[in-house]
């Protein structure tokens, strides 16, 4: 009885370093390929609004209930030891450093990892990518790199504006639902915000953006075999982004703030 | 090697997994020539044609353009190479995202480095040279039918002149008569090119329109290879059952008895 879950787990272990593998070579080559000429400027910036713009109203919504929601609990579970000041604390640091950047990343990874693997999963399956190479364009700067360059610079500002927004909601429900002083909600807020904590929050939301945008690319490139394949490629690609979202946080929350 | 071949295949074999698709190919193509491999679906037709372009590598074998060996070639060869070619895949494979005119002029804009306004009265001819007018310029590929996306592909495929031309599977998919239209365009572009030309079918008379040669590939082979006058007393029986397509012959279609 031992022996056959043995061989089960030695195979998935082998297939995770397969995948592990193929994917590490996938991502090395398509940068290497995005910091090379020819640069596809039309194609970064139609990305750019693609993955930044369009996505602003659903990291927006998530962001202010978030804050709000934030500020409630906070209220609720201090309000038992009469340390409700540090709401305002609370609030702005767990926005920052966790919550915008993971909860964002993870709505752009619903939304744009999927749409990035259907993308080029379709453009696989029927030969559109062949038809790039034929023509003399490489996939890899024409398809991909522009799509990684969009996620790494656009992650960050969308993280940006959810931390505000957030910020935002959290003051709402202070001042307007727990009778917070508003100046002195904002001046603890203030001072109580280190550059840290946007910082590595930011740092979070470019990592994020390559490991989406990575994700949806290789997966929609490797699709095969129809729709079937593709819409297999479109799930692999926003569960395998949102595992590695939470995975890459904690290492990079530990890089940071770990003594 | 024959110096004087545009296209040379020698012993080029392609499997998957264990699934042995092509089993050593020879194949010359002269310059200005146009072949056309015959072949059931699923025989290795379109594997052959990528091969060849680069966009699958062999296994084993040699293939040269030009008398020059391009497996194993490197990105830049590579793309040397590739812009001799112009391909018309067997779906079209237009880019959806892009309108027929942006299709057509991809390759002079993109990689030719063409300005779009001069890309855009290359595309517009290539169109006509094709039987379209300017206005379906301006439509996407999904707004057209089967065979109009058919000839956009064509236009692109000789958007930039190529030296070889291939053509998957021209006709599969059209009518009758769209299929003979396109078999008229294909000769007309090649001859109007001087190109070489290499086609996959399993349709005959298209087959017999537009080729000089014809090889049949079976298992893996080019069993027969000849003149397009020769086809019909190949003296091969496999040939013989898939011209005049009888389901009893030498060849067995892998169904499971009902
Ligand atoms: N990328 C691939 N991966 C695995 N098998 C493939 C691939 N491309 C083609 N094949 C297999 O090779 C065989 C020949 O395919 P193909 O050349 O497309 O046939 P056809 O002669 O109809 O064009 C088929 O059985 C197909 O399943
Ligand atoms: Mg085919």
């Known amino acids: 009885m031992n022996i056959p879950l043995l061989t089960v787990l030695g195979r998935m272990s082998l297939a995770f370093l397969e995948a592990t593998g193929a994917v590490t070579a996938f991502a090395f080559h398509a940068v290497r390929q995005a910091v090379q000429p020819p640069y596809y400027r039309r194609q970064i910036i139609s990305q750019m609004l693609e993955i930044g713009y369009y996505s602003l109203p659903v990291v927006g919504l998530t962001a202010i209930f978030t804050g709000m929601v934030l500020a409630l609990q906070s209220y609720t579970g201090f309000a038992r030891f009469s340390a409700e000041s540090a709401i305002p604390n609370v609030v702005v640091v767990s926005l920052t450093r966790e919550l915008g950047p993971v909860l964002a990343s993870l709505m752009v990874a619903g939304r744009i990892g999927a749409a990035i693997a259907a993308e080029i999963g379709t453009m696989r399956v029927t030969e559109q990518i062949d038809a790039l190479t034929t023509l003399s364009t490489d996939p890899f700067k024409y398809l991909i790199a522009p799509r990684l360059i969009a996620g790494i610079v656009t992650l960050p500002i969308l993280v940006l504006v959810a931390d505000i927004i957030g910020i935002l909601g959290g003051f709402l429900v202070g001042v307007y639902k727990l009778d917070f002083n508003d100046t002195a909600y904002l001046r603890n807020t203030l001072d109580f915000l280190e550059f840290q904590d946007v910082f590595s929050g930011l740092v979070k939301a470019a990592v994020f953006g390559f490991l989406i945008t990575l994700m949806g690319c290789y997966h929609g490139y490797t699709s095969k075999g129809g729709a079937q394949g593709v819409g297999m490629a479109t799930t692999n690609a926003v569960v395998s982004a949102s595992i590695l979202i939470f995975t890459f946080n904690y290492f990079i929350t530990e890089a940071f703030f770990a003594r | ?258």
């Open chain 2, 1 to 258: 090697m024959s110096a004087a071949s545009k296209i040379a295949l020698r012993g080029v074999t392609k499997s998957f997994g264990s699934k042995k698709v092509l089993q050593g190919i020879d194949l010359d193509v002269a310059p200005g020539e146009s072949m056309v491999v015959i072949g059931g679906s699923g025989s290795g037709k379109s594997v052959l044609l990528k091969c060849i372009l680069g966009l699958m590598a062999p296994d084993r074998g040699s293939i040269s353009v030009d008398g020059e060996e391009t497996v194993g070639f490197n990105d830049r060869s590579r793309a040397r190479v590739m812009r001799k070619f112009g391909m018309l895949f067997q779906g079209g494979a237009l880019f959806d995202s892009l309108r027929v005119w942006e299709n057509v002029a991809f390759g002079p804009i993109q990689s030719d480095g063409m300005k779009a306004e001069q890309a855009r009265e290359v595309a517009v001819a290539k169109l006509g040279a094709v039987g379209l007018g300017p206005e379906i310029g301006e439509l996407f590929p999904s707004e057209l039918s089967g065979g109009m996306q058919k000839r956009v592909a064509l236009a692109r495929a000789i958007a930039r002149e190529p030296e070889i031309i291939f053509f998957d599977e021209p006709t599969t998919g059209l009518d009758p008569i769209m299929a003979d239209v396109i078999n008229d365009l294909i000769v007309k572009c090649v001859s109007d090119l001087g190109a070489t030309a290499v086609s996959i079918t399993h349709d005959m008379a298209s087959a017999r329109k537009i080729g000089h040669r014809i090889g049949m590939l079976y298992e893996g082979r080019l069993i027969w290879q000849g003149p397009v006058a020769d086809i019909d007393h190949s003296g091969n029986a496999h040939v013989d059952q898939f011209i005049h397509g009888r389901a009893e012959g030498p060849i067995r279609m892998q169904v499971r008895k009902l």
